[in-house]
């Protein structure tokens, strides 16, 4: 069984910064491929941030590009988000997703439903 825990959210000024982690355990050894953020605001759809795969091949939202940055600590099994610049409109729950190698298409990466691994969130407030 595969868990993912999230920490770093808070409240912070426009403008300011946080960095997400997310750290997951797992009785067994698993490789996973698309490592992702995803954020839900209160009423909206849940979107996606940023992701990474295994090689490191990145995607961003368009509305986050050049503020946050995805990375991703195999040996540790964690996966981090920077985010920088922050706006009002970044208020949500960040959650961290998971998939299996070659579990992803790259052009999919970005969509909830191509991931089954899920962490519970941690919210994200800015004002």
């Known amino acids: 069984q595969v868990q993912l825990v999230e920490s770093g959210g808070g409240s912070v000024q426009a403008g300011g910064s946080l960095r997400l982690s997310c750290t997951m355990s797992?009785?067994?050894?698993?490789?996973?491929?698309?490592m992702s953020w995803f954020r839900q605001a209160p009423g909206k759809e849940r979107e996606g941030v940023a992701a990474?795969?295994?090689?490191?091949?990145?995607a961003h939202a368009e509305s986050v590009k050049g503020r946050f940055a995805i990375s991703r600590d195999n040996p540790r099994n964690t996966l981090y988000l920077q985010m920088n610049n922050l706006k009002p409109e970044d208020t949500a729950m960040y959650y961290c997703?998971?998939?299996?190698?070659?579990?992803?298409?790259?052009?999919?990466?970005?969509?909830?439903?191509?991931?089954?691994?899920w962490g519970q969130g941690t919210q994200v407030t800015v004002s």
């Open positions: 797992s009785l067994n050894r698993v490789k996973f491929g698309y």
């Open positions: 990474i795969d295994g090689d490191g091949k990145i």
């Open positions: 997703a998971a998939a299996p190698v070659s579990g992803v298409f790259p052009g999919n990466a970005l969509i909830p439903d191509e991931y089954r691994i």
